[in-house]
């Protein structure tokens, strides 16, 4: 492995450049909620095991594919669905 040298160091830092860097202050953070509310966000959620198994069951219920072993639709398509089906039902 080769070895080189440090970068050549700048000029001495004088207190009215750190003075210039402190004043030039920042920009604010955009507000990510607002910008796009189209674009999909992340979350966890925590279910019980009996939750779960409720669901697997409701959702073997579901049309599949022929030929496929899988259910008919995923347990977060599953949840996605349920949500939105109340979030209409409180309107």
Partial sequence: MATTLPPPRKAKVTEAD???VINK???????TASSDPE???????????????EIDIRRLK???RP??????????????????EKLQSEK
């Fill in 39 to 53: 674009k999909a966000k992340h979350i966890n959620v925590r279910l019980t095991g009996q939750i779960i198994s």
């Fill in 62 to 64: 579901r049309p599949r």
């Fill in 67 to 84: 030929g496929s072993p899988k259910p008919g639709i995923s347990i977060h398509d599953w949840i996605v669905e349920a949500v939105l």
């Fill in 18 to 20: 750190i003075e210039a």
């Fill in 25 to 31: 202050g920042g920009s604010t953070i955009k507000d």
